[in-house]
Structures are given as structure tokens and as C-alpha cells.
T-cell receptor
Framework: KAGVTQTPRYLIKTRGQQVTLSCSPI?????VSWYQQTPGQGLQFLFE???????NKGNFPGRFSGRQFSNSRSEMNVSTLELGDSALYLCASSWGTSGSRTDTQYFGPGTRLTVL | AQSVTQLGSHVSVSEGALVLLRCNYS??????LFWYVQYPNQGLQLLLK??????LVKGINGFEAEFKKSETSFHLTKPSAHMSDAAEYFCAVSGHGGATNKLIFGTGTLLAVQP
């Protein structure tokens, strides 16, 4: 079974630009979550989508947004990039049924975003 | 609210020695706890999870963890370290409050294995 895939793996942008990251979950998984990983703040939850609806959101500014398509693939968008947005962005998928807290989240390899 | 604290941002052991990585949790509801490992330039891989079925949880690659409610701990152990165990390890607790799969992570412990 194919794992979680994320594209692109590496991205370099300049301040003020916007960026879109893509995540394809494991087949059959309906929940996709996004996390930001930085050396200073560690791993932080951005948001979760289930059946095309945002089910939960972390404490990030409105410049961070996402969406999920009917095939469960998800994208996240960051507008007006800032230097501090440089990070590894990880996507995780799970069955998501009933929002179970015991669901195992399977992570993709991440997208490394560098903002210059 | 839930949180986890990992004591020791860096741990170094000799090959063949016991690995002990510490994690303490805080939770207002029965916690569900996870240990993940991250190798350089990769995502997170689940080692094991505690979902209240058994307090001693066995995971992949010879790792196990014991849930101790009295100590609010979920420490990760492996009897004999291997060079391939060198990586960063994250303890996480599942958030609560409505339907959610949100994970709250500790700050991570970087494990070095010396030959």
C-alpha cells in the first residue's frame, strides 16, 4: 500500500509570495492533518480536514489555509510568506472515522519550505 | 488541556546499552499516547501507541513503553541500542475536545548511539 505522498519535497520562495503544498493520503484514509515543524517551535498542528471539511484548526494566522478534495487529497496554502514560515511541513493521514483519538496518523516525508 | 514533556533533548548511549527516553504527560481526560521516530530528512514513523488496552506497549524495532498513571509517564525503552536507532524521538498525546485527530507533540529527544 502506498504511503502518504507530499509534493514538492523542497521549495524556495521569497517574502511576500504565496505557496501551495500538496498531500495525497493513504488510499481509504479520509482525514488529513497538517503540521509545521521548526527548530524553535517544534511540531505544531495547523489543521485537520475530514470529508472536505475543516474539522480542527491550530493557532496559526489566517495566511495559512487549506482544503480537501473529494478524493481526500489535500492542499495547504500560505499567502504573503514571511521569513518565519521557513519550516518542514508535514502531512498526516488517518481513517478519521468518528474523529477517533486513537487513530494512528501516518506521516508523509514533508515539504521543506525555505523563505528568503 | 493536554501536553507532553520530554526530559533530555539529547541522549547518548553506547551500542548495546539500554535506551531510556522520558516522556511525562498532562491530560484532563484519559490520555492516548504515541511515540514517533524521525530519521534525518524524513517524516515521522509510529513506533507504538497507548490506547488503554494494556499498560505495557510493544512497538516496532524492539521498542516498548509503559504507561504509568501514578507517575503520569510513558517512557520509551529498548534493551539494547543499535546504531540504526540514532534518530529523533517524539512523544505525543492525542488532543480532545470534539472530533479530532490532533496530536500534541513534545519537543523531541535526539538519540545518539556511540560505537
Amino acid at each position: 500500500k502506498a504511503g502518504v505522498t507530499q509534493t514538492p519535497r523542497y521549495l524556495i520562495k521569497t517574502r511576500g509570495q504565496q505557496v501551495t503544498l500538496s498531500c495525497s493520503p493513504i488510499s481509504g484514509h479520509r482525514s488529513v492533518s497538517w503540521y509545521q515543524q521548526t527548530p524553535g517551535q517544534g511540531l505544531q498542528f495547523l489543521f485537520e480536514y475530514f470529508s472536505e471539511t475543516q474539522r480542527n484548526k491550530g493557532n496559526f494566522p489566517g495566511r495559512f489555509s487549506g482544503r480537501q478534495f473529494s478524493n481526500s487529497r489535500s492542499e495547504m496554502n500560505v499567502s504573503t510568506l514571511e521569513l518565519g514560515d521557513s519550516a518542514l511541513y508535514l502531512c498526516a493521514s488517518s481513517w478519521g472515522t468518528s474523529g477517533s483519538r486513537t487513530d494512528t496518523q501516518y506521516f508523509g516525508p514533508g515539504t521543506r519550505l525555505t523563505v528568503l | 488541556a493536554q501536553s507532553v514533556t520530554q526530559l533530555g533533548s539529547h541522549v547518548s548511549v553506547s551500542e548495546g546499552a539500554l535506551v531510556l527516553l522520558r516522556c511525562n504527560y498532562s491530560s484532563s481526560v484519559p490520555p492516548y499516547l504515541f511515540w514517533y521516530v524521525q530519521y534525518p530528512n524524513q517524516g515521522l514513523q509510529l513506533l507504538l501507541k497507548y490506547t488503554s488496552a494494556a499498560t505495557l506497549v510493544k512497538g516496532i524495532n524492539g521498542f516498548e513503553a509503559e504507561f504509568k498513571k501514578s507517575e503520569t509517564s510513558f517512557h520509551l525503552t529498548k534493551p539494547s541500542a543499535h546504531m540504526s536507532d540514532a534518530a529523533e524521538y517524539f512523544c505525543a498525546v492525542s488532543g480532545h475536545g470534539g472530533a479530532t485527530n490532533k496530536l500534541i507533540f513534545g519537543t523531541g529527544t535526539l538519540l545518539a548511539v556511540q560505537p
